[in-house]
């Protein structure tokens, strides 16, 4: 108590003591030192130099994100136009590939043959007989190419001549399985192709036509990739029409043995387009008939492989049926040459 009784005549002798005994060192310090600092910008025009600094840090933070999507040949042509104020920039950054290329090669200063941007692509069934030879085009046209393939019937063999060459990549992957990869292109081919394969699991086949095809169009729709799905002239089922068109929609029995890859391969085409047109995807449907070349499996029980085996053999060579049934073939190479996209 004496303590505090002390304390408060102290403060009291204090107040007594201020001018008036209205003194507040916070109330005076605000009119004094804010006119001091606008007096501080003002002078020397410092506050036109802040300004400047200020639009100068906005238009590169603004322009930044573009920049950095661009090559440096692109960037300067951005801000060079940007500047000027055109509106170029999102232009040429819309452009895509093909733009970049011929901008490029009209600056002269990449090689022709550099100018193309490299692509990456997975190809999926790449182990495959068809599979190798597109990753093989593929390799050959400059790209970066993943495969993937579970080898039900693809073969190591079918691809060692790329072991070691830095743009390839093998995967052993099912997919069944979601898989997550950023690429550019999709080549969606992993399913076993002749009836001796397709039959052998057929609940495994429809799972890797419908379940394969799902996961792979949803990697391309995660990523924008551009899909390619490799269907076959058996979605038209047994034809009643000679020739088929496209517009044809087959005569394809629901509940046969070979429905587990009929019904398969058109269910993956319905998917395909239901992701085209709901979800945007860039899509391709290859509807591949007979085709034969090198790599393809001997005794898979394909027309022209069984014939070439049992001529190897010596044997005699087997026409099923009253022979007087038609086939179109195609050798491998202009198939590949046809679904590069
Ligand atoms: N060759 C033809 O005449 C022909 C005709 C019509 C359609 N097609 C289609 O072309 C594609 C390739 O045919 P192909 O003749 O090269 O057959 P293929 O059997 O030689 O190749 C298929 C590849 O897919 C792989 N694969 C199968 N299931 C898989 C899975 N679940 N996960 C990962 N990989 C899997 C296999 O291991 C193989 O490497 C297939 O989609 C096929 O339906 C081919």
């Known amino acids: ?54 639009l100068i840090g906005s238009t590169f933070f603004i322009l930044q994100p ?11 042509t951005a801000v060079t136009s940007s500047l000027s104020g055109s509106s170029s920039v999102v232009q040429s950054s819309n452009r895509g590939s093909q733009g970049i290329f011929q901008r490029r090669s009209v600056s002269g200063r990449v090689p022709a043959d550099l100018g193309r941007r490299r692509l990456r692509i997975v190809v999926t069934g790449g ?8 990753v ?11 495969v993937i393939d579970n080898f039900f019937t693809g073969r190591k063999d079918n691809l060692v001549h790329l072991f070691g ?11 069944v399985e979601p898989i997550l990869l950023e690429v550019d292109q999709i080549y969606h081919l992993a399913c076993p192709a002749s009836p001796v394969h397709y039959k052998y699991n057929p609940v495994k086949t429809i799972k890797t036509n419908v379940m394969g095809t799902l996961n792979m169009l949803g990697l391309a729709k995660r990523v924008g990739a551009r899909f390619l799905l490799t269907s076959t002239s058996e979605v038209y089922g047994d034809p009643l029409e000679h020739p088929q068109k496209e517009t044809y929609w087959g005569n394809v029995n629901p509940i046969g043995e070979r429905s587990c890859y009929d019904e398969g391969k058109r269910t993956a085409e319905t998917l395909t387009m239901d992701y085209h047109r709901g979800a945007g995807v860039e899509v391709r449907i290859a509807r591949i008939f007979n085709t034969y070349g090198p790599r393809m499996c001997l005794d898979d029980g394909r027309v022209v ?9 010596k044997q005699p060579m087997t026409v099923y049926g009253d022979g ?12 590949v040459w046809l679904t590069v996209i």
Not at 165 to 175: A, G
Request: aromatic content about 8%; cysteine-free.
């Open 66 to 76: 573009t920049l950095s999507r661009l090559g440096p040949s692109e960037a300067r």
């Open 1 to 54: 108590m004496k303590q505090l009784h002390k304390q408060a005549s102290v403060n009291y002798r204090r107040d007594e003591e201020m001018p008036g005994n209205q003194y507040s060192p916070k109330t005076l310090k605000h009119p004094r030192s804010l006119p001091r600092s606008i007096n501080y910008l003002f002078r020397e025009q410092r506050l036109l130099f802040v300004l400047v600094g200020v």
């Open 305 to 313: 492989s069984n014939f070439v085996a049992q001529a190897i053999r």
């Open 165 to 175: 060459n830095p743009r390839f990549e093998l995967i052993r992957h099912d997919v």
């Open 127 to 134: 182990a495959g007989f068809v599979g190798s030879h597109l």
């Open 324 to 335: 007087k049934q038609t086939r179109s073939f195609q050798y491998v190479s202009d198939l």
């Open 136 to 146: 093989d085009k593929l390799i050959a046209r400059g790209d970066e190419v993943i």
